[in-house]
């Protein structure tokens, strides 16, 4: 367009490199075809196209803006969904990233704030002090602080009349009165001589302390602009302390800033490598977890095996019961004695009601068997029986709530004797027991739902604690050993009766 209406400047602006059509080109070419309304219609077209391609690309670009511009709203406002609706694909930061994040900008306000502050405090405190100097009179200190006096306007002289014919001429004065000057003294009166008298010695009065106001403030004047220029030094001198106490700081801070650096780096790469020990540490949670099902259903059979013994151990010493009862029938005996029950607690009982119980009924047992000689025999029965594990909390563990330990209890030779396993009692493992002739009492505690009961000592302060599984194995091992405390408690009652 532009070639054909001969804008050859437009034209190469365009990119266009070609020859500007000369007169002589346009006669052997032929006459230029004239603009019709075609190619009218064809430029409004371009331009009405070339207008709405821009305002597309004008809105296009707008609403890129506008959402770069959201996204980082909401990104800064915490609104990561609203961001994720707009095209962000970044990530959440951290607790930990936030409130390093907060922390930085917390301290970095607070320098500001600080930095700020004392500005204003120190050009307040020069204020203040300035007026103090100003008020107490000490201008010199108050000028060395920046302060600046108002300046003295200069006191123009005063026109002196002509001094009249009678007043008497200094000493070494050479001038002397006119005749005029001494017509008019002589006619002068007397009044007005003296009143210009007064007014000329007031005039000069007034001329002499002008004139020492004048040097006194022209003195203050330099003084003033000494103490200006030894004030200048001084700040000059205070500002290349500052600069100086500046630059220190800077490389201070550098080599502290490096120094935050290499933390950094090193409290990264300790985030970095905490996914793998999350990773490690769920694992090793796995495992323990499997060991102490493992361990868990290790002891639940233990104890299921334990309980088979025990019943038995049990339907073994009830045929043994069965069988010597027979026997006693057939052979005419009358003798024959059963064990203590089994007891069974009462809903509501406490401890020194069950306590008082197993008392009862194991002395009740134990003279019975005294008297009639089978003592011993009770005796055997009630250790064969007793035996199992035990939860034990020994008198000698520190601590308000000691060392509790599962270990393996059962009776040999008149002790209670405990290891760690039940498996072999003859392998060789070491093994500690308790005396029963030191055992002093045993009692049942509160509350009765923990199955525990105490073993107390005389030859010592504190109990042994033991804790059973269910209620029926505390009632067995407290029935056993009082049992047997009640057996040696009857022995001795009859061996008393006898000697008497």
């Known amino acids: 367009y532009y070639v054909e209406i001969g804008d050859y400047a437009s034209a190469r602006a365009l990119g266009w490199d070609g020859e500007p059509v000369t007169a002589g080109d346009q006669s052997a070419q032929g006459e230029r075809r004239p603009i019709t309304d075609d190619d009218a219609a064809a430029v409004v077209i371009q331009a009405q196209y070339r207008g709405w391609s821009r305002r597309n690309k004008f809105k296009d670009e707008r609403d890129e803006a506008a959402r770069i511009e959201w996204i980082d709203y909401y990104v800064k406002t915490r609104q990561y969904a609203a961001a994720r609706a707009y095209g962000w694909d970044g990530s959440e930061p951290t607790a930990e990233t936030e409130l390093a994040a907060t922390s930085i900008q917390r301290h970095y306000r607070g320098f500001r704030q600080r930095e700020d502050y004392k500005d204003v405090r120190d050009e307040e405190a020069r204020q203040q002090w300035v007026a103090f100097y100003v008020r107490t009179g000490q ?7 920046g302060y600046e006096p108002p300046s003295i306007p200069a006191v123009p002289k005063l026109p002196l ?11 070494g004065s050479a001038r002397g009165l006119s005749c005029f000057e001494s017509m008019s003294s002589f006619l002068t009166p007397r ?59 800077f490389l201070i801070n550098r080599e502290r800033n490096a120094a935050y650096h290499r933390k950094a780096q090193a409290i990264q790469a300790g985030y970095r490598g905490r996914r793998g020990r999350t990773a490690a540490r769920a694992r090793k949670d796995a ?22 013994r025990r019943e038995a151990e049990a339907a073994l010493l009830a045929r043994k019961r069965e069988e010597e009862a027979q026997r006693a029938a057939q052979s005419g005996r009358e003798d024959v004695i059963d064990e203590p029950p089994r007891l069974q607690l009462r809903p509501g009982m406490t401890a020194a009601e069950v306590n008082e119980l197993v008392e009862r009924s194991t ?35 520190r601590g308000p709530f000691g060392s509790t330990h599962v270990r393996y209890f059962y009776f040999e030779a008149d002790r209670l004797c405990w290891r760690k396993s039940g498996e072999d009692e003859d392998d060789g493992e070491k093994t500690k027991a308790i005396e029963l002739d030191n055992v002093e009492s045993v009692e049942v505690i509160e509350p009765l739902e923990k199955f525990e009961f105490v073993i107390k000592l005389r030859d010592m302060a504190k109990p042994y ?7 029926d194995e505390m009632l067995m091992w407290v029935q056993a050993l009082k049992t047997l405390l009640a057996i040696k408690e009857a022995r001795r009652h009859a061996g008393s009766s006898s000697r008497n």
Do not use: F, W
Not at 162 to 170: D, V, W, Y
Not at 363 to 385: D, F, I
């Open 139 to 145: 201008v010199d200190k108050a000028i060395e602080l």
């Open 161 to 171: 009349t002509e001094r009249s014919a009678n007043t008497a001429t200094p000493a």
């Open 191 to 249: 009044k007005v001589k003296a009143r210009r008298e007064l007014e000329m010695h007031s005039v000069l009065v007034l001329q002499r302390v002008s004139r020492g106001m004048l040097a006194r403030a022209r003195t203050r004047l330099l003084l003033r602009e000494n103490l200006l220029y030894e004030l200048v030094n001084r700040q000059e001198e205070r500002h290349a302390k500052r600069i100086e106490y500046y630059v220190n700081m």
């Open 287 to 308: 495992r323990d977890q499997s060991l102490a099902a493992e361990r868990a259903r290790i002891e639940e059979a233990r104890a299921e095996e334990e309980r088979r």
């Open 363 to 397: 002395r009740r047992s134990a003279r019975s068997h005294v008297e009639k000689r089978r003592e011993q025999e009770l005796a055997t029965r009630t250790m064969q029986t007793a035996r199992g594990y035990l939860k034990k909390t020994s008198p000698k563990a």
């Open 465 to 471: 604690k033991m804790r059973a599984n269910n209620q």
